[in-house]
């Protein structure tokens, strides 16, 4: 079982930057975390995933203004976001793989991020 907590979300100026965080609790080993976004009437999108081993991938409309990044020491994941727009606006949610034998996929609650002026 792995426990999932994001933080770092808020209300930021067209330009701005965030940084959120997830927390990972439990006994589990964690593979591969990604970030999820969710806006109002859309599905739920990847923003951005990282293997265990650091190997980081982002969606067309992050790349160059995101930042994906772990500690596994901590069991933290981290999403620096610069030159944010209006159309980041949405929920982020974290997502993780882990398991013993059979990995499961963990979702946190979400962490609102508005951007506007």
């Known amino acids: 079982q792995v426990q999932l907590v994001e933080s770092g979300g808020g209300l930021v100026q067209p330009g701005g930057s965030l940084r959120l965080s997830c927390a990972a609790s439990?006994?589990?080993?964690?593979?591969?975390m990604g970030w999820y976004r969710q806006a109002p009437g859309k599905q739920r999108e990847l923003v951005a995933d990282?293997?265990?081993?650091?190997?980081?991938d982002y969606s067309d409309s992050v790349k160059g203004r995101f930042s994906i990044s772990r500690d596994n020491a901590k069991n933290t994941m981290y999403l620096q976001m610069n030159s944010l727009k209006p159309e980041d606006t949405a929920v982020y949610y974290c997502?993780?793989?882990?398991?013993?034998?059979?990995?499961?996929?963990?979702w946190g609650t979400g962490t609102q991020v508005t951007v506007s002026s």
């Open positions: 997502n993780a793989m882990a398991g013993r034998i059979t990995t499961f996929s963990y």
């Open positions: 439990g006994s589990d080993l964690i593979y591969n």
């Open positions: 990282i293997t265990r081993g650091g190997t980081a």
